[in-house]
């Protein structure tokens, strides 16, 4: 069934979270922050809602939280699909797209080569451009500038170096089945210089896909900058499935040098939770960054799905939503260098503050209590939780009293767990239904959650951003229910505060 005839009723269309009109979407491409506004582009199915037909489409949001979806940026054709890949702004017109004083957007995306073109079976680099601020683009005639000759190469992610090296662009991009990030340099968009390669590292279990590079002040002090690179990867994850993880290191213009490998070379199934993932999550994929945000401040979007049952779920006519943006930090954490995260956008804006609950400290005995008021679809909820007796306890989010998401700590195990084998529509693919656990350690005997519930997901942040799970959901609408649970003993909600949105 296609988009243009679907028909069934728009039961879950996130109100946080972007998601097409229509269509399918996937991976977040071309983020960049430009004449005051937020541009989200995105691997988009302009006739359908499965994967196919790779074009990029295009929203724009002036705070990140409300969204406005535009025409098909840059189309497919009978020569190629486009694929994934990342946008900057030419301020210096290097590439000779635009003039001095009118420099152009470019984007650099994957050209894949369909057969009967010249490059049939290659993925290679591309550009376009655009001299109205990202609403048309028009693709460059000598495409495309970067060809290795290799059929899995792809999702560049440019930025403009400025260092000890000098001042040039430099691409980081995936050769997904080697397992590698490519790195190259270019004075102009056009021709590009290969500096240095980097893997296979850490997660190997699936091809290497959309990766990114940026530095970070280490504890906000500037004189402490490290470098980040973040290679998203299919499967593989930390509970199956896609993924995304991340190296902490250096950048010399040259080349990334990891201060945080675990294991060189292929995967090691049994060091997987030691290695840093962007979320633990099911459905947080192909996750990267916006250029040029004020401040220097650092956010990110991923694809709120997983690869495998992506096709599968049950939404109509549009399938698919983005996570929200992230602004992200490097932090020490137990003598290390770990990503924060928080979530990012004027949610004031659009909350509804006569509906606030509040719940001061509360002891929960063995079972699952529903807490009268605090019901909802969507939700900002903020807890901290402290151990007892339980071997489990935390909440049940978007539940009817026999159905409902868990999300929970067990102390013992070190342990986050988010639970969905009964929240809601789970029979459409064989491993939807899923317990799935990240580690977390107890801050001053305590665990902070904020989760942001959505009519079909939940996004999890735990001890102030150290730990992150993101999962889609499909309650029915009546499921609306949030309620604390302890399982095999007691615990303790020490305060709890929930917003409600639109």
Not at 112 to 138: E, V
Not at 390 to 397: K, N, P, R, S
Not at 419 to 436: L, N, V
Request: net charge negative; with cysteine; aromatic share 10%.
């Amino acid at each position: 069934m296609t988009a243009a005839t679907a028909t069934t009723a728009d039961t879950f269309r996130p109100a946080l979270h972007y998601a097409a009109r229509n269509t399918w979407l996937n991976d977040p491409n071309g983020l960049i922050f430009h004449d005051g506004v937020y541009h989200l582009y995105y691997q988009n199915n302009p006739l359908d809602n499965v994967w196919g037909n790779m074009s990029w489409g295009h929203a724009t949001s002036p705070d990140l939280t409300t969204w406005t979806e535009h025409p098909v940026a840059i189309a497919c054709d009978e020569e190629e699909d486009i694929f994934s890949g990342s946008i900057v702004f030419d301020r210096d017109n290097s590439s000779g797209f635009g003039t001095d004083s009118a420099p152009p957007l470019v984007a650099v995306y994957t050209s894949a080569f369909k057969p009967g073109s010249a490059h049939a079976g290659i993925q290679a680099q591309s550009l376009a451009y655009s001299r109205d601020g990202g609403y048309t683009w028009t693709k460059h005639t000598a495409n495309p500038v970067l060809n290795r000759g290799s059929a899995e190469f792809r999702d560049p992610k440019v930025i403009k170096y400025d260092g000890g090296a000098g001042s040039y662009w430099v691409m980081v991009a995936a050769e997904a089945t080697d397992f590698q990030v490519v790195l190259y340099k270019s004075e102009d968009l056009k021709s590009w210089e290969l500096l240095s390669t980097f893997g296979p590292a850490n997660g190997t279990g699936g091809v290497w896909e959309c990766p990114d590079l940026f530095p970070l002040p280490v504890d906000g002090d500037p004189d402490n900058v490290q470098w980040v690179l973040t290679v998203n990867l299919n499967p593989g994850g930390p509970n199956n499935g896609s993924a995304g993880q991340y190296f902490v290191g250096d950048f010399d213009g040259g080349a990334f040098t990891s201060a945080t490998t675990v294991t060189e070379g292929l995967q090691d199934p049994d060091r997987l939770g030691e290695y840093q993932w962007l979320d633990w999550g099911r459905d947080y994929y192909a996750a990267v960054s916006f250029s040029d945000v004020p401040d220097n401040r650092r956010l990110m979007i991923a694809w709120m799905n997983n690869w495998e049952y992506a096709n599968q779920i049950p939404t109509s006519p549009w399938r698919s939503p983005m996570t929200l943006a992230r602004e992200i930090s490097l932090h020490t954490i137990e003598g290390k260098p770990r990503l924060i995260q928080e979530a990012a956008g004027d949610f004031a804006s659009i909350s509804d503050p006569a509906r606030a609950f509040r719940l001061a400290h509360t002891e929960i005995a063995d079972g699952t209590h529903i807490l009268d008021g605090a019901a909802g679809s969507v939700q900002r909820i903020d807890v901290t939780l402290r151990p007892g007796s339980a071997t489990e306890f935390g909440l049940v989010v978007r539940g009817d009293g026999d159905q409902g998401t868990r999300i929970g700590i067990r102390p013992v195990e070190g342990a986050l767990v988010v639970d969905r084998r009964d929240s809601g529509k789970t029979g459409f693919h064989e491993t939807f239904a899923s317990i799935d656990t990240a580690p977390i350690r107890a801050i001053d005997g305590d665990y902070k959650l904020t989760i942001f519930v959505d009519r079909c997901s939940v996004e999890v942040f735990a001890q102030e951003g150290q730990v992150t799970m993101t999962e889609l959901i499909f309650p029915a609408p009546t499921s609306t229910d949030l309620a604390v649970y302890a399982l095999g003993g007691t615990a303790a909600v020490t305060n709890l505060d929930v917003i409600h949105y639109a």
